[in-house]
DNA sequence: GCCAACGTTGGC
DNA sequence: GCCAACGTTGGC
């Protein structure tokens, strides 16, 4: 079965455009430090689902493209990279704390699609993003959610 | 840059 | 296993 998720991303860091210049516009979804986002990747996430591509503490937050998962979880090594802006201590090679997908871009909206039009749209006021006091980096999202927004988008 | 809300840590 | 302190997230 396939499933849809959210990924956030700030864009100063990494971008809908960075993602569609990688080299095969793929790149591995790395640094996620969180339990319950850390369990949908190495659990939930599989080869095929599609992914909405969220820009957060961007003017304005919004969705903005499409992309898939196209590697299912994996160990993160950054985790064990003392130079690495997410390295762990606590994360060892023996039995890694943190895993990593790939995802490949699809496509990038013709327009973005804001928080604030998400916020207003009947059918999606059920997303965890518009959840008061949610923060997850990784949310799973219906199949109706999913392509709502990407009819805004397109 | 502010700050509320949340997750994590660590002392007890 | 409680909970205060701290760090992070992310909208505004």
């Known amino acids: 079965m396939m499933n849809y998720w959210l990924f ?3 864009p100063s860091t990494f971008s809908i455009d960075h993602l569609s210049k990688c080299f095969n516009q793929i790149t591995y979804w790395d ?3 969180n339990f319950q986002a850390r369990n949908y990747l190495r659990d939930q996430c599989k080869k095929g689902d599609m992914v909405l591509f969220y820009h957060s503490n961007a003017d304005p937050p919004a969705a903005v493209g499409v992309s898939m998962v196209v590697k299912e979880g994996y160990v993160d090594s950054t985790a064990f990279d003392p130079q ?3 390295f762990d201590t606590k994360s060892k090679k023996e039995k890694p704390t943190w895993y990593m997908i790939d995802i490949k ?3 990038k909206f013709r327009r973005e699609v804001s928080l604030d039009e998400i916020k207003k749209n009947a059918k999606l006021q059920k997303m965890v993003l ?3 006091g949610t923060r997850l980096s990784i949310q799973p999202l219906t199949r109706e959610e ?3 927004i990407v009819r805004m988008g397109k």
């Open 31 to 33: 640094g996620v430090r």
């Open 84 to 86: 690495d802006k997410h």
């Open 146 to 148: 999913f392509e709502e």
């Open 8 to 10: 956030k991303s700030e």
């Open 130 to 132: 518009v959840r008061p």
């Open 105 to 107: 871009f699809v496509m």
